[in-house]
């Protein structure tokens, strides 16, 4: 494995899905996944760049210029107003030029069935005239000062600034990038997507009853309902679990903060029970001891509780554990415990689909569970997720609130209770349809991308991949990361890795430390040792079914030689 000072291995453009384009202050949002906030771009349905031009033209033509005040030709427009599809560089002077129109095949995202061919876009250095390829870039995070990309947003749990070293823009100094996710979409996505836009039914329609079907059928259980994500469905399992005012739910703090979220949105209280170090999941031990503690009031239990809620009058109602990193947590005695004093589980298995304990499905040992079909996760809907459960009487309910509360005779427009649009689209079920149908084929090829990664990575000194589930446990790789040993400064590591064009996130920053839970409930440092450890150490790197490699040599290389250099021994 060797680094090239100029680029990566393989030197391809890869599509990246997520997040908005802000050139010099100006937002432009190329993809839907955007965070709220930026302004959307009035063209982006056109799904091309030929209306690049026009989106510029407003401007006067002194601002036709480079940075260096000389004027750019007829056909040129200055990269600091428009980018689509690209990654700004570190350097100032580059340009963006419209190259001859050329056909392109459905598998470089054209439209084949319509002979599209679209305008691609080039980058240009105009201290030499070097043009880089730009048609099939897109930025997974936001440019800010001196062309630098922020490192959080949307579906992220970044340390907050305040509490790391972290620079809050990561410098990405080359045109391309490798992203941290992106989906393998294949003909059959496109037939099935394309099916559902030529039929009348765009919401509440067969596609989404099929999907429905399909998956509950794979993973043996009675009932599966599909909803817009997989928040939305942890939110209506924690309803279904009669968590109201004050009653308590035992979680991880060492997870993506929705699994915490949910419980809040029903005025719930979190109780964190810390992760067992090794598989980084809910320990299993001390989670019985702790929903004992609670279901019982045994002496002591208030201390189990946040800060500022010891004087809540709540019961506990449910038992969320996580299964993190796509390796299932190791709940049967917990399940076991938590039926016997009647309290819910509830599975958060939106990193892990597919995965299995001791021959049962990830999801499938309580109540209910929650998937999740966000871009990086193992399949897709684009947003999208799912409930799966055994109980006739939850899953009705889960019919009912995610369409607004709308009774069981649909024809009658009643509703019984208060409910949500919690609807997921047609579009999204076909995607998700067509992905489902193939999982073992993606499951397969993400586990070929992990195993290259940690034969690559274990050499390194300081370098820990994600260990083997114990036995009697399967993972499905949902992310690839490392941890990091102490002598080690991620953040510079993160830094160093940017400047080679590769993404990477601090997966997770522990739920208690983030700002608004700290202050709400009074969380501090060393409230929960081990999540703490592991938020601290642990790094994602790029994760893709397809990712070449070229791509994970160049990744593994990069990651030896930011090791090496930042390490304190």
Same mark, same amino acid.
């Given at each position: 494995?060797?680094?090239?000072?100029?680029?990566?291995?393989?030197?391809?453009?890869?599509?990246?899905?997520?997040?908005?384009?802000?050139?010099?202050?100006?937002?432009?949002?190329?993809?839907?996944?955007?965070?709220?906030?930026?302004?959307?771009?009035?063209?982006?349905a056109?799904?091309?760049?030929?209306?690049?031009?026009?989106?510029?033209a407003?401007?006067?033509?002194?601002?036709?210029?480079?940075?260096?005040?000389?004027?750019?030709?007829?056909?040129?427009?200055?990269?600091?107003?428009c980018?689509?599809?690209?990654?700004?560089?570190?350097?100032?002077?580059?340009?963006?030029?419209? @190259? !001859?129109?050329?056909? =392109?095949?459905?598998?470089?995202?054209?439209? $084949? +069935?319509?002979?599209?061919? #679209?305008? %691609?876009? *080039?980058?240009?250095?105009?201290?030499?005239?070097?043009?880089?390829?730009?048609?099939?870039?897109?930025?997974?995070?936001?440019?800010?000062?001196?062309?630098s990309?922020?490192?959080?947003?949307?579906?992220?749990?970044?340390?907050?600034?305040?509490?790391?070293?972290?620079s809050?823009?990561?410098?990405?100094?080359?045109?391309?990038?490798?992203?941290?996710?992106?989906?393998?979409?294949?003909?059959?996505?496109?037939?099935?997507?394309? @099916? !559902?836009?030529?039929? =009348?039914?765009?919401?509440?329609?067969?596609? $989404? +009853?099929?999907?429905?079907? #399909?998956? %509950?059928? *794979?993973?043996g259980?009675?009932?599966?309902?599909?909803?817009?994500?997989?928040?939305?469905?942890?939110?209506?399992?924690?309803?279904?679990?009669?968590?109201?005012?004050?009653?308590?739910?035992?979680?991880?703090?060492?997870s993506?903060?929705?699994?915490a979220?949910?419980?809040?949105?029903?005025?719930?209280?979190?109780?964190?029970?810390?992760?067992?170090?090794?598989?980084?999941?809910?320990?299993?031990?001390?989670?019985?001891?702790?929903?004992?503690?609670?279901?019982?009031?045994?002496?002591?239990?208030?201390?189990?509780?946040?800060?500022?809620?010891?004087? %809540?009058?709540?019961?506990?109602?449910?038992?969320?554990?996580?299964?993190?990193?796509?390796?299932?947590?190791?709940?049967?005695e917990?399940v076991?415990?938590?039926?016997e004093?009647?309290?819910?589980?509830?599975?958060?298995?939106?990193?892990?689909?597919?995965?299995?304990?001791?021959?049962?499905?990830?999801?499938?040992?309580g109540?209910?569970?929650?998937?999740?079909?966000?871009?990086?996760?193992?399949?897709?809907?684009?947003?999208?997720?799912?409930?799966?459960?055994?109980h006739?009487?939850?899953?009705?309910?889960?019919?009912?609130?995610?369409?607004?509360?709308?009774?069981?005779?649909?024809?009658?427009?009643?509703?019984?209770?208060?409910?949500?649009?919690?609807?997921?689209?047609?579009?999204?079920?076909?995607?998700?349809?067509?992905?489902?149908?193939?999982?073992?084929?993606?499951?397969?090829?993400?586990?070929?991308?992990?195993?290259?990664?940690?034969?690559?990575?274990?050499?390194?000194d300081?370098?820990?991949?994600?260990?083997?589930?114990?036995?009697?446990?399967?993972?499905?790789?949902?992310?690839?990361?490392?941890?990091?040993?102490?002598?080690?400064?991620?953040?510079?590591?993160?830094?160093?890795?940017?400047?080679?064009?590769?993404?990477?996130?601090?997966?997770?920053?522990?739920?208690?430390?983030?700002?608004?839970?700290?202050?709400?409930?009074?969380?501090?440092?060393?409230?929960?040792?081990?999540?703490?450890?592991?938020?601290?150490?642990?790094?994602?790197?790029?994760?893709?079914?397809?990712?070449?490699?070229?791509?994970?040599?160049?990744?593994?290389?990069?990651?030896?030689?930011q090791?090496?250099?930042?390490?304190?021994?």
């Amino acid at each position: 494995m060797s680094l090239s000072a100029n680029g990566r291995a393989g030197r391809d453009m890869r599509e990246v899905s997520d997040d908005a384009v802000v050139i010099d202050g100006c937002p432009r949002v190329d993809d839907d996944a955007a965070s709220g906030g930026h302004t959307r771009r009035n063209d982006r349905a056109s799904a091309d760049d030929r209306s690049l031009p026009n989106d510029c033209a407003w401007r006067d033509a002194g601002s036709r210029m480079n940075r260096r005040g000389e004027p750019l030709s007829g056909g040129e427009q200055p990269l600091r107003h428009c980018a689509p599809r690209a990654i700004v560089a570190q350097r100032d002077d580059h340009r963006v030029m419209g @190259d !001859v129109p050329e056909r =392109r095949n459905r598998s470089e995202h054209v439209d $084949a +069935e319509h002979g599209g061919s #679209e305008k %691609a876009w *080039r980058i240009v250095d105009e201290s030499n005239g070097h043009c880089v390829g730009a048609r099939l870039m897109r930025a997974l995070q936001n440019v800010g000062d001196h062309g630098s990309l922020s490192s959080g947003t949307d579906d992220d749990d970044s340390p907050p600034a305040r509490n790391t070293r972290f620079s809050r823009h990561l410098r990405y100094r080359t045109a391309t990038v490798i992203p941290l996710s992106s989906p393998d979409i294949d003909e059959e996505d496109f037939r099935l997507v394309n @099916d !559902v836009l030529r039929s =009348r039914y765009l919401a509440s329609g067969p596609m $989404a +009853e099929q999907f429905e079907k #399909e998956v %509950a059928g *794979r993973f043996g259980a009675r009932h599966a309902v599909a909803v817009s994500s997989g928040t939305a469905a942890l939110h209506l399992a924690i309803i279904a679990a009669g968590v109201s005012d004050c009653d308590f739910v035992i979680t991880s703090p060492y997870s993506f903060v929705a699994s915490a979220n949910a419980i809040l949105y029903e005025r719930g209280i979190p109780v964190f029970v810390d992760i067992d170090p090794e598989t980084l999941t809910i320990h299993p031990q001390k989670t019985i001891e702790a929903l004992r503690d609670l279901a019982q009031w045994r002496s002591g239990w208030r201390g189990l509780l946040p800060r500022s809620a010891r004087n %809540a009058s709540g019961v506990l109602r449910a038992v969320l554990p996580v299964h993190l990193f796509g390796c299932p947590a190791d709940i049967r005695e917990v399940v076991d415990a938590a039926r016997e004093a009647g309290i819910a589980v509830i599975e958060d298995a939106c990193e892990a689909i597919g995965a299995s304990s001791h021959g049962v499905y990830a999801g499938r040992w309580g109540d209910a569970a929650a998937l999740g079909f966000y871009p990086n996760k193992q399949i897709t809907t684009g947003e999208g997720g799912m409930l799966l459960t055994d109980h006739e009487g939850w899953a009705e309910l889960f019919r009912s609130l995610r369409n607004q509360g709308r009774s069981h005779d649909s024809e009658r427009l009643e509703y019984d209770r208060l409910g949500f649009n919690y609807r997921i689209d047609e579009m999204s079920a076909a995607l998700g349809l067509a992905q489902f149908r193939r999982i073992d084929e993606l499951l397969l090829k993400r586990k070929a991308v992990a195993d290259r990664y940690t034969a690559l990575l274990s050499r390194v000194d300081g370098v820990t991949p994600l260990l083997d589930p114990p036995a009697g446990r399967t993972r499905t790789w949902f992310l690839y990361a490392i941890r990091l040993a102490p002598e080690i400064d991620r953040d510079a590591v993160m830094r160093g890795l940017a400047t080679h064009g590769i993404m990477t996130r601090p997966y997770f920053w522990p739920i208690h430390l983030q700002p608004y839970y700290a202050k709400r409930f009074g969380f501090v440092e060393g409230d929960f040792p081990a999540a703490e450890a592991a938020g601290r150490a642990m790094l994602s790197l790029p994760m893709s079914p397809n990712l070449s490699d070229d791509e994970i040599e160049f990744v593994c290389a990069a990651v030896t030689e930011q090791v090496s250099a930042h390490a304190a021994w």
